[in-house]
C-alpha cells in the first residue's frame, strides 16, 4: 500500500484534532494514523473507499489466503 505523506497524522494529533484526521481522509480519501513512528490505524472515506467495493466471495478468497499463510506450518503437519 502507497501512502501519501500528506495523508499521516500522529497518535497525538489525531487524539487532539480528530476533525483535521477526518478533513484529510475527505480530501485525500484515507488517513493514515502512525503510533510509535509506524502506520498503525487507517481512516477510510466509505464514500470514496475502492477497498470495500469488492464482492464478498473476494472478501472469502483474501481472508483464506491469508489464513493459509499464517497456518501453513500447522496445515501441512495436519496433512501428513
Same mark, same amino acid.
Given at each position: +500500500?502507497?501512502?501519501?505523506?500528506?495523508?499521516?497524522? @500522529? +497518535?497525538?494529533?489525531?487524539?487532539?484534532? /480528530? @476533525? =483535521?484526521?477526518? =478533513?484529510?481522509?475527505?480530501?485525500?480519501?484515507?488517513?493514515?494514523? /502512525? $503510533?510509535?513512528? =509506524?502506520? $498503525?490505524?487507517? %481512516?477510510?472515506?466509505?464514500?470514496?473507499?475502492? %477497498?470495500?467495493?469488492?464482492?464478498?466471495?473476494? $472478501?472469502?478468497?483474501?481472508?483464506?489466503?491469508?489464513?493459509?499463510? =499464517?497456518? %501453513?506450518?500447522?496445515?501441512?503437519?495436519?496433512? $501428513?
Amino acid at each position: +500500500m502507497t501512502i501519501d505523506t500528506n495523508a499521516i497524522v @500522529s +497518535m497525538t494529533e489525531a487524539n487532539q484534532n /480528530f @476533525s =483535521r484526521v477526518t =478533513r484529510i481522509a475527505e480530501q485525500k480519501g484515507q488517513a493514515v494514523i /502512525f $503510533k510509535n513512528n =509506524r502506520p $498503525k490505524y487507517l %481512516l477510510l472515506d466509505l464514500d470514496n473507499a475502492p %477497498l470495500l467495493d469488492i464482492t464478498d466471495e473476494e $472478501k472469502i478468497d483474501i481472508a483464506a489466503a491469508r489464513i493459509l499463510k =499464517r497456518y %501453513l506450518p500447522a496445515f501441512q503437519e495436519l496433512a $501428513k
